[in-house]
Every structure is written in C-alpha cells, then in structure tokens.
C-alpha cells in the first residue's frame, strides 16, 4: 500500500542534541512538507519541497534544517538552535502543487528534549 | 502570512448538524481544505473548495465564498465517532498551506 511513514512514533532527545526525523513516501508525489503541531494551535509549516534538490523555508524555519536529495525523503533535522523543539511533527506530501491535491499526512512523531 | 479563524470547540448531540466556520485572509487563493484530525494522530483529508459554491460529500458538506473569504464544514447525522479536531487550511497564491488552530467537536449521546 502506498504511504507516508515517519519515524520513529516517539523520540527523546536532550537539550544541546541534533535530532533527524525520518519521513518516507511511496506515493510518487513531487511535493513534501513538514510541520509542526503544538497543543491548542494550528499546523505550522517548517519547511517544504517541490522538488527533488529544492526546498523552500516555511513560517518558522528558525532551528531546523531540510534535504531533499531523493524524490521519496524529505528528512528533518531539528537542530540545538531551535529554542522550543518539544512537539508533534508531521510530514506530508502531495502531487504538484498545480494539481491542487490534497496532502497526505504521516502518522507523526512526538519529539520530547529535556 | 496568512490568516485562518475558526472557532476553538463546539458540542453537539448525537444525531444534530454542525456547522463549523472558518474565515481566512491569504495573499492570493489556491483552493481550501478541510480535514479531520483525532486526538494523538495524523489528519486526514475531508474535502476541497476552489470554486464559490457548496461541495457534498456524504454527511459532510463544505461552502466557499471567496469574496467574503470564509468557507464552513456542515457536518449531518452527528455520531460520537466525529468526535475529532476540524482543521481548516488554504492554499496561498505561491501555493504554501496553511492551518487554523482547529476546531474541537464533542459529540455528546
């Protein structure tokens, strides 16, 4: 079946540690994005990509750091300069942005630094 | 950036409608999306508007009118499974996504 898996579910880091978020998708989809969820707000938009080899800053990049060198990953780095790094993360992608087609989301991955 | 306001929890009876709002302000308007989001996991895709009208799809219903720059999510035949967060997001004119904070529906028996 085809999808978005992120990895892993849960992550524990420590403050002061680069963490990378893993996000894969089979789905063939040229567009893939990450955001992050905090309790009693909206999905915010981190980074996202429409292409392999490029990628574009999305509201609050600040911390983070993004590569998209395979059509099928779009890897997240959270990085020690990201001052409130505890959260939910969501990766997502979707066809070509011109299609208009909705995003598919992976299942997440709940990132807690102490 | 952009700007998306809906409401923050509704509550509603098992077999009622819902009506949830969403008003947004974005620079240019590249479609808006409707998803369903339960506690702890990834949301799913409810419905698209890009055009000025009522969509339908089963119980769920979504309204755009992009002169006023609002859409609703009318949500028939209430059962506790809806129980979920309604995420609200629009397609800018560089075609980025953004999110509403989300609404909570409580469907009560």
């Known amino acids: 079946d085809g999808g978005i898996t992120q990895s892993p579910k849960y992550l524990f880091r420590k403050e002061g540690q680069n963490v990378t978020l893993s996000c894969e998708q089979n789905?063939?989809?040229?567009?893939m994005y990450w955001y992050r969820q905090d309790p009693g707000q909206g999905l915010r938009l981190i980074y996202y990509?429409?292409?392999?080899?490029?990628?574009q800053k999305g509201d609050i990049a600040e911390g983070y750091s993004v590569s998209r060198e395979k059509k099928e990953s779009f890897p997240l780095t959270v990085t020690s300069a990201q001052k409130n790094p505890t959260a939910f993360y969501l990766c997502?992608?979707?066809?070509?942005?011109?299609?208009?087609?909705?995003?598919?989301f992976g299942n997440g991955t709940r990132l807690t630094v102490t | 950036g952009q700007n998306i306001d809906q409401p923050t929890e509704m509550t509603a009876t098992e077999g009622a409608i819902v009506q949830i709002n969403c008003t947004y302000q974005?620079?240019?308007?590249?479609?808006l999306f409707w998803y369903q989001q339960h506690a702890g996991e990834a949301p799913t895709f409810l419905s698209y508007?890009?055009?000025?009208g009522l969509e339908e799809k089963g119980r769920f219903s979504s309204f755009l009118s992009r002169s006023k720059g609002y859409s609703y999510l009318l949500l028939k035949e209430l059962q506790m499974k809806d129980s979920a967060s309604y995420l609200c997001?629009?397609?800018?004119?560089?075609?980025?996504?953004?999110f509403g904070a989300g609404t909570t529906v409580t469907v009560r028996a």
């Open positions: 990509s429409q292409i392999v080899n490029d990628f």
């Open positions: 974005t620079s240019g308007f590249n479609g």
């Open positions: 997502a992608s979707s066809d070509r942005d011109g299609n208009n087609s909705p995003l598919h």
């Open positions: 789905l063939n989809h040229d567009a």
């Open positions: 997001a629009v397609r800018d004119g560089d075609y980025k996504l953004s």
């Open positions: 508007n890009v055009l000025d």
